[in-house]
């Protein structure tokens, strides 16, 4: 056997060992990744925000009654939701401190986090009629109003003194 084929033989099995190791290296990886994944999921599916936006989301868009069959499931029931007049909060911190916090302050479901200019930057700049609409009808994870059933004006207070944080 001459050097130049034992040269290439020491290259091919050295190739071969160091293209095995980065296969491997790579199967790792991609099981890691698989893993954090699912653990993100799980921890997303927790949150009780979330949860309450996949059922709204999954919920059907109509019943159908059935000539000639008990439908008394379909009839409307008051809605047991309703807050008093006393839950109410009276002014735009009292709101945000009741609801928000929950995902403003440490930035839950992709909620812009208190004190983070960079994040609400851009927000405010779109205007507190955007913000105002954003807050009322919902947006991305956030459900309508925060998840609450309080009138506009508390709403906008509360955006109003959460804009007020991050100037």
Sequence with gaps: MSKAETSDTH????FSVVLGMLIFIAIILFGFAR??????????????????AVQKNTAPLAR??????DNSALAVTASTSAAPAADVPKTGKEAFEKVCTSCHT????????????????PRIAQGKA????HAL???????????TNWPDATIRAAVDYMVSLNK
């Design 35 to 52: 893993w954090i994944g699912r653990v993100q999921i799980e921890e997303q599916m927790s949150q009780p925000i979330h949860m309450s």
């Design 137 to 147: 009808g919902g947006l991305r994870l956030m459900p309508p109003r925060g998840g």
């Design 64 to 69: 159908v009654a059935i000539a000639g069959k």
């Design 130 to 133: 955007v913000l105002y609409q």
């Design 106 to 121: 440490m930035g839950l479901n992709g909620a812009p986090k208190i004190g983070d200019h960079a994040a609400w930057g």
């Design 11 to 14: 290259f091919l099995n050295s």
